[in-house]
């Protein structure tokens, strides 16, 4: 079985798909393993490094006769292009901000993995990347806010008088925001929760922290969580308004899968917040969770400041890629057997997290934004 592994050419995108330990790991497995050159750099990790492995400075030479094509974020469609008929891709694909791309790859009969579609069901959570990515970001959310005020979090007492410690309120508690708290909670902040599921509240208390019940349900398909009415929304700011306006530090993490960013703080909530107060928006990416957020940037709102980084993941990048590239292995563990691919579509795994097999796309939500 014959691997390619892309180098990452998209802005801000420092991960890489494999690391050394992971491609010993497919070589037992029986994988013969090509990587383009350099591909590891951005993560310090130089082509030196990985043993079992031959590189190639041409992307599309690279993948023209591999069996599996692996990156992080999706190829370009030159790539696409270059590749075998009947070879399979695993990366974060998106489709429906890759239409284009998702067209070829039906067109192309390529059978396409993407990392976004691996079901939230215990036996793949191995496989989770969004998970690990998420947690990842998480942390780094919660010490980019402690880096980004000029007030300590824990409570400290000083020869010269005592500092309370800082309150940190996290929204949207799934993966990352999870991480978040947890990690607040390590340096000593008082940490505040809320989401619109209400079975957070209890993974909210055991990481010592408050959950702010604000009883809506918003409980939609798969876990996630659905849109709100304005109903609900009005509800929810009665509660959670004096939460933001005391806060130190607040963390935004909500997600609602295939749409923008869910708006959970507006102008006139900032406009009350602390002076000096900062706002960490994990959720840029999908255009944010503040009416004030610019995706990418940092931006002040009077004394108020909200931060705004993208592909935070990346700002870890030896770690996400390390994470990253053991979800890709365990997918692959799936499917190569006796040193041959061999799919079993009845396998739930395989079959929900496949984006196009054999000229269709397969998944039913990326079908009907693409076709
Ligand atoms: P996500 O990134 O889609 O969203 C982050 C959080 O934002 C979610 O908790 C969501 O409820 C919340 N949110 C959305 N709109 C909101 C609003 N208006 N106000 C406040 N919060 C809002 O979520 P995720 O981190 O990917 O996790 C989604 C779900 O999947 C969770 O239930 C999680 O526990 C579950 N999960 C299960 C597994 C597994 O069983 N293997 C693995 C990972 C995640």
Partial sequence: VKIAVLKETRPNERRVALVPAVA??????????????????AVKLPDTAFKNVTFAANPQGLVSDADIVVSVQPPSLDVVNAMKEGAILISFI???????????????KITTFAMELVPRITRAQAMDALSSQAALAGYYGALLGATSIARMMPMTTFATGSIRPGTVLVMGVGVAGLSAIATARRIGAKVEGYDVRPEVKEQVESLGAKFIDTGVDARGAGGYARELTQEEKDKIASVVTKHIQAADIIITTAAIPGRPSPKLINKAQIDGMKSGAVIIDLAAEGGGNTEYTVPGETVSAGQVTIVAPLNVPSLLGEHASELYAKNQYNLMELFIKDKAISIDWNDEVLAKSALTHAGEIKNEA??????
Avoid: I, P
């Fill in 94 to 108: 998106y489709a429906h901000k890759e239409v284009e791309l998702t067209k070829l790859l039906r067109d192309k």
């Fill in 366 to 371: 990326a079908k009907k934004a693409v076709e």
């Fill in 24 to 41: 010993d790991k497919l070589a037992k497995l029986g994988a013969e393993l090509h990587m383009q050159s350099e591909a590891g750099l």
